[in-house]
């Protein structure tokens, strides 16, 4: 039946209908979405995927679905920086670090296994190929993932300064290179080579190993 079978007043009061009842600070509403969507963005990447396959993949109506996203893009985005978001507040600890190396080990362990976790690689992949068309998509990525963590371990350091642990002029270059060191020999090799499977046994001597240069460089002189 077309929008023209019912009289206007009854299509207006449909469509108020359906903002009533999607109201974009709704939370769960909102979480199911992105959950349809990952789920299709992954399957079908970013160019393959369609609105319509979203809201039917998320269980709610197209009404529904652009109440709270009002393009594929912008949909994109907000999974982007909400995935992104919360993978770097995992990745630092809430108690206040009080030994350098310790705290470093811990964090580079929990930085190169979330990194190299297959579902991980697949949306840096995802952001990839859709970035050279819309590249606000990677700046998106690039802020709320390794900015967003980066200045999240850079104030760890901070309070490492604090105690006496460190020596640093700019803490977040010293993040930084830190995550730069971790990663080295593994993470490209896992996100170019979708075959290769990173081994947990090959991440702490990386790690370890990126420790020790970077407390040569900014430990406690003496």
């Known amino acids: 039946m077309t929008a023209e079978a019912f009289p206007a007043h009854e299509t207006q009061d449909h469509d108020a209908s359906v903002h009533a009842a999607a109201s974009p600070h709704d939370g769960a509403k909102r979480k199911q979405i992105l959950d349809g969507a990952r789920t299709v963005f992954l399957n079908d990447g ?25 393009s594929k893009e912008g949909l994109f985005e907000a999974l982007i920086r909400e995935e992104r978001q919360r993978q770097a507040e995992q990745l630092v600890p809430t108690i206040e670090p009080r030994d350098a190396r310790e705290f470093l080990g811990f964090y580079g362990r929990r930085l190169i296994e979330l990194m190299t976790r297959p579902e991980m690689l697949a949306q840096v992949r995802l952001v990839i190929a859709a970035t050279a068309k819309f590249p606000r998509l990677g700046h998106a990525f690039y802020e709320s993932g390794p900015c967003h963590g980066q200045r999240r371990l850079a104030a760890r350091l901070s309070r490492l300064i604090e105690t006496g642990e460190l020596e640093i002029a700019d803490t977040m270059l010293a993040a930084q290179q830190f995550a730069e060191l971790c990663k080295a020999g593994l993470f490209n090799r896992a996100l170019f080579c979708p075959d290769v499977t990173i081994q947990p046994e090959e991440i702490g001597p990386r790690v370890d190993a990126a ?5 040569r460089v900014y430990g406690r002189k003496g």
Do not use: P
């Not at 970013?46 to 009002?70: C, E, H, P, Q, W």
């Not at 420790?211 to 407390?215: D, L, R």
């Open 46 to 70: 970013f160019d393959g995927a369609s609105m319509n396959d979203i809201a039917r993949v998320a269980g709610v109506s197209k009404g529904t679905l652009y109440v709270y996203f009002d």
């Open 211 to 215: 420790v020790e240069i970077f407390m």
